[in-house]
């Protein structure tokens, strides 16, 4: 019993630390993967930053739509993200260098409609003033 109690105190312990700003940051892309293969849109705008700006042109806006249809386009979606580095360029900006792939059904296609995509990408974070980090920007190489 002693060393159960001990556990509990250890695991509440553990989750009261929010962690390094490095743990934040990986934190903060397995909700992001999470929210994707659970094809919740409310998550996933809730990462992305208010003042969300990349290469492209593209606003907070135009990349919640973006991901609105890339989710309708498909049944379901299962991804592996792998973060190749994380640098910090400010007290709270971080870049990270990640690869993710997809694997999706496509809709209308069952049985035969899988599809694979892979991309490299440079995602830019922001610590908001809650303490959040929120992709605020993004590139792909």
Not at 82 to 100: C, L, R, Y
Request: proline fraction near 1%; hydrophobic fraction near 45%.
């Amino acid at each position: 019993m002693k060393r159960l109690t001990l556990l509990i105190l250890f695991f509440l312990t553990a989750c009261s630390d929010p962690g390094s700003p490095e743990q934040q940051v990986r934190d903060t892309i397995a909700r992001a993967e999470q929210a994707a293969e659970a094809r919740d849109l409310g998550a996933i705008r809730e990462l992305v930053h208010a003042e969300y700006e990349d290469r492209s042109g593209r606003d907070r806006r135009m990349l919640i739509n973006q991901v609105r249809l890339y989710l309708m386009a498909r049944q379901s979606l299962e991804l592996l993200v792998k973060i190749n580095d994380i640098k910090f360029t400010a007290n709270d900006f971080a870049e990270v260098d990640v690869t993710a792939a997809g694997l999706g059904l496509r809709a209308g296609m069952a049985g035969t409609g899988l599809a694979a995509d892979k991309d490299h990408y440079q995602i830019d974070l922001a610590r908001d003033e809650d303490g959040n980090w929120l992709l605020i920007g993004a590139r792909r190489f």
